[in-house]
């Protein structure tokens, strides 16, 4: 399905233009706005990485109380974390620390992105495909603002790079050298290690809930275990003991397990040290797969592209090391994820089912109509996917795929990926009508395939110099359309729907709010001292004001009197319904689209 490692040389693309692009990055950072979700994200952050204290010692973990628990926390707590780290260096506010950080997880994955195109393309047109990609203002824009859809993109690529450069060099294993019996009877300790392991994990919520009976039971006056080991259980609270029990088998099962797990190394280390050198290859590539599910729980399809081309490529041999990639990354993920410690099964079977039907309670504006995201016409997709990509795009990736279908037989690998990874997904989406909003952003990772088979459209010029000029050519809309656009890169639209300002009130624009940080930067620069403002929509986006303008909202209970300024995005049309009256001082706009308005009453 994939093709084996490609030749490394002068096809790969230099790391000074990555270090150039990541010292742009720094430069322009400060420019993009919080987005609307990040604030709760964060929360959710804090709350994943409180429970690192709080299940060893009172076996609780924070909740949000929503859906943000359905998300795998990883990479926001690792984003946090490090815009913690990088304050005092920088100096920098942390919300523009983790878009920093956005960034160069972003540019971690065009780097994945380059590698994997070089499996089926050849140099210059890797290099085109990759370009293409990289400059779309769609993913730029969100590569400074998203806290989900692009990071998950990119950990998707790395982890099917790292996976298949797994399976590309993993050797078969050695013979042991031990002889049958200490061999067999270290697969049976190995065995019942496992077993015990990912037993104690899954069962619990099954041992809580079981102590949580014994406790109540013993409470009521039944004679158990419980009632012998408390002499005051018949008046003393029961959760007080059912807390102490519970956090007492959380401490055993965590000792058990990273005590067991060492002893387990060593034995490999010393019995079966090419075993164990085995494990140790293997681990990397697993665990980031385990992360990326962290991100989405649509991550295990980055697992099944790797052991597919495994199997493919190494037959029977790969059965063993797939099992062992699939053990680690789960571990991985439960590990990063502490809404699954309490009861693993039960809360990632939730989540899969939370994430399938996301229940969105907002509408989604699409053609100029608004829908609920679970009752999307099934035009939606299609229609985004045509208006929302450069114009070079479709028709390129078209070409490729009707050259590699008529006659190209060395692309059918990509064919078939294209065919799993991209064409299949979004016909599901489409069929299925699968909650979506915000345009297409939770589904952006299914477009790779769209790119690389752009790239076979370039090889089909053979003179490099026409190749190189048709390359710069089909990147020139997104280069200079993302220049014309920043820091609202997002937005985009191409000349198909006439460009944003065809888009208004048709489609969504700045639907994250990150123009809200322009409007502050006007409002600071030109409100009077102690200024009253009236912000609709977002108004935690308003975080650059000075600290002297006094802000309210509808998120508020209170309103002010008199307002001296009115600030209201154009989504959901408040531009216009919100103080219809009221005059405005200054207009925030990218090609004749209105993103943000600051009225004056």
Aim: proline share 7%.
């Amino acid at each position: 399905m994939i093709s084996k490692r490609p030749r490394v040389g002068r096809d790969t693309i230099s790391p000074y233009i990555f270090i150039a692009i990541a010292l742009l990055g720094l430069l322009i950072t400060r420019r993009f706005g919080e987005s609307w979700d990040e604030l709760k994200f964060y929360k959710y952050a804090d709350s994943a990485l409180e429970a690192y204290t709080t299940w060893p010692t009172t076996g609780t973990i924070p909740l949000t109380g929503n859906t943000y628990d359905n998300y795998g926390p990883a990479y926001v707590m690792a984003v946090a974390l490090g815009a913690r780290a990088l304050q005092p260096i920088l100096g920098w506010s942390i919300s523009d620390l983790r878009h920093l950080l956005y960034f160069f997880t972003f540019l971690a994955g065009i780097w994945a992105f380059h590698e994997l195109g070089k499996r089926w393309l050849s140099p210059i047109a890797a290099i085109g495909a990759t370009l293409l990609f990289a400059t779309q203002p769609l993913f730029v824009g969100h590569a400074f603002i998203s806290p989900k859809d692009i990071p998950f993109l990119s950990f998707f690529l790395l982890s099917l790079y790292f996976g298949l450069r797994l399976f590309d060099s993993l050797e078969p294993l050695p013979p042991s050298g031990l002889s049958p019996r200490p061999k067999r009877t270290l697969l049976i300790v190995t065995a019942l290690w496992l077993a015990s392991v990912i037993g104690l994990i899954v069962a619990t919520d099954a041992f809580h809930a079981l102590l949580t009976n014994l406790v109540q039971a013993a409470a009521a006056g039944e004679p158990n275990l419980i009632a012998r080991i408390a002499s005051d259980i018949h008046t003393a609270d029961p959760q007080i003991y059912i807390q102490k029990f519970f956090v007492l088998f959380i401490q055993i099962r965590a000792a058990f397990v990273l005590l067991s797990s060492f002893l387990i190394i060593l034995l490999y280390r010393k019995l079966l040290p090419s075993t164990f050198r085995f494990l140790l290859t293997i681990a990397p590539a697993a665990i980031l797969l385990g992360l990326t599910i962290c991100i989405r729980v649509l991550g295990p399809l980055a697992g099944l592209l790797v052991a597919l081309y495994a199997l493919r490529n190494k037959g029977k041999q790969a059965i063993l090391p797939l099992v062992i990639y699939a053990f680690i990354a789960l571990a991985a993920m439960y590990t990063t994820w502490p809404y699954l410690w309490p009861n693993p099964i039960g809360h990632l079977v939730e989540s899969i089912e939370v994430m399938a039907k996301y229940p969105w309670q907002g509408q989604v504006l699409f053609n100029g109509a608004l829908y609920a995201s679970t009752e999307l016409p099934r035009s939606y997709l299609p229609v985004l996917l045509g208006i929302q990509l450069t114009e070079p795009v479709w028709a390129l990736f078209f070409v490729g795929l009707t050259v590699t279908i008529i006659g190209a037989k060395e692309k059918r690998d990509l064919l078939l990926l294209t065919l799993i990874w991209f064409i299949l997904p979004a016909l599901g989406f489409i069929a299925a009508r699968s909650p979506l909003y915000d345009n297409f952003r939770q589904v952006i990772f299914i477009l790779p395939p769209v790119f690389w088979m752009a790239g076979v459209a370039f090889e089909k010029v053979k003179r490099p110099a026409l190749q190189i000029a048709l390359i710069v050519l089909c990147i020139l809309p997104g280069v200079v359309d993302g220049i014309r656009l920043h820091p609202y890169e997002y937005i985009y639209y191409n000349r198909f729907i006439g460009g944003e300002q065809g888009a208004l009130r048709k489609f969504e624009l700045d639907y994250w709010g990150t123009s809200y940080r322009e409007a502050s930067e006007w409002l600071n620069e030109n409100a009077p001292t102690n200024a009253v403002i009236w912000v609709d929509g977002p108004a935690h986006l308003m975080l650059y004001l000075r600290p002297d303008i006094k802000l309210y909202s509808a998120y508020e209970d209170v309103r002010a009197e008199h307002y001296d300024y009115i600030v209201s995005t154009s989504r959901y049309n408040l531009d216009q319904t919100s103080y219809p009256e009221a005059q405005i001082m200054h207009a925030i706009t990218r090609n004749g689209a209105v993103l943000t308005v600051i009225k004056q009453p």
